[in-house]
């Protein structure tokens, strides 16, 4: 399991900053940022720019997310705002608004 | 797993956490941590703000107030910059703790009569906290009354320090008896005298509650007593100036 874990049940209101790991469970509003994977696991709820190195995306998240690597927006996902990503995958049952900047 | 949030090793959080479950912190928070739950603070970790929780343990650094509903225990390692409030709180060798410790049961807190055990087992110090926090709603009308009443007009303060008096200031007889001198100062000090006593002699009250006969029938007779003796010394200086003020005008 990810070093940095926010379950379910879990509200943060501001910003998180790790080197980390991170994985949602719980609610999320401010922003959150990780120089490693960030997962928004199913239930979670982020209202927040999302940067990572990598990001899996099967909750919701309403913000604009960046990632060095890659995105992947898995079923049941749901991904309200742009994406700046060198890879992006959308999954089938997902649902997904927003542009996508894969230039990066 | 699903209930227990981690927020790990290196991880920031500038913001407020609260929610269910439990929570373990080995990073960093800056913020209030507020949880229905149980929160471990780990070794390295570091909160500035307030910890609210069903039960902490705590083995890292915190600069604010500790809360816990159950059980506080600080391990060794901790330190803490704030104040512990817990039914139970354990401080283990090692652990430093800067700040006021309280312990009390659910009731205390809420009703006046179990603080008495409180103020009671607690050393001197801690009585002041602990009476700011239980029981000042009991204390502040008593000092307040006759820090307001004597003065506007000083020739009211018998009647307006005798009329608080009764209830909870035995051992101030003694302490107001001897300063009959001129009406003014005494009055002054009279209302120090009032201040001081109302925080000890509000424990006292509040000791002596338990024995419930104690605060009327021995508080009544000194308050007559007292202003009976008060009452005294004011009609007696008026004519003493005038007449020393009468004598000077003939002299001159």
């Known amino acids: 399991m990810a070093a940095t874990v926010i379950g379910e049940g879990l509200t943060i209101e501001g910003e998180i900053t790790s080197e980390d790991e991170v994985a949602i469970l719980g609610t999320v509003r401010g922003a959150l940022s990780s120089t490693d994977i960030v997962q928004i696991l199913p239930g979670a709820v982020v209202q927040a720019d999302v940067t990572a190195a990598g990001l899996s995306v099967a909750g919701q998240i309403t913000g604009n997310v960046t990632a060095s690597d890659r995105v992947d927006l898995q079923a049941g996902g749901r991904l309200i705002g742009d994406v700046r990503a060198a890879r992006l995958t959308i999954a089938d049952g997902a649902s997904f608004k927003g542009n996508v900047d894969m230039d990066v | ?252």
Request: charged residues 20%; aromatic residues 0%; neutral net charge.
């Open chain 2, 1 to 252: 797993m699903s209930q227990q949030s981690i927020i790990g090793q290196n991880t920031v959080v500038r913001g407020n956490v609260s929610g269910s479950g439990s929570l373990e912190i080995q990073g960093r928070v800056e913020g209030d941590v507020a949880m229905t739950g149980d929160v471990f603070i780990q070794p390295g970790a570091l909160v500035r703000g307030n910890v609210t929780g069903n039960q902490l343990s705590v083995a890292g650094s915190v600069a604010g107030n500790l809360t816990a509903n159950e059980a506080i225990a600080l391990e060794p390692g901790a330190k803490v910059i704030g104040d512990l409030v817990g039914n139970s709180i354990g401080i283990a060798d090692g652990a430093l703790v800067r700040g006021l410790v309280r312990t009390a049961d659910e009731e205390p807190l809420a009703s006046a009569k179990p603080a008495v055990v409180v103020a009671a087992k607690a050393p001197a110090t801690l009585q002041r906290p602990i009476m700011g926090g239980i029981a000042r709603p009991a204390v502040a009308p008593i000092v307040a009354k006759p820090a307001f009443a004597p003065r506007p007009a000083p020739a009211a303060v018998p009647v307006a320090v005798a009329g608080p008096k009764p209830a909870p200031q035995p051992p101030l007889q003694p302490q107001i008896i001897p300063p009959p001198r001129a009406a003014s100062s005494e009055s002054d000090e009279l209302e120090d005298s009032n201040v001081q006593n109302g925080d000890e002699s509000d424990d006292d009250a509040e000791l002596a509650s338990s024995s419930p006969s104690n605060p009327a029938p021995s508080a009544s007779p000194h308050a007559s007593a007292t202003a009976e003796r008060r009452d005294g010394p004011p009609p007696p200086v008026a004519p003493a100036l005038k007449k020393s003020q009468k004598a000077k005008k003939k002299g001159r």
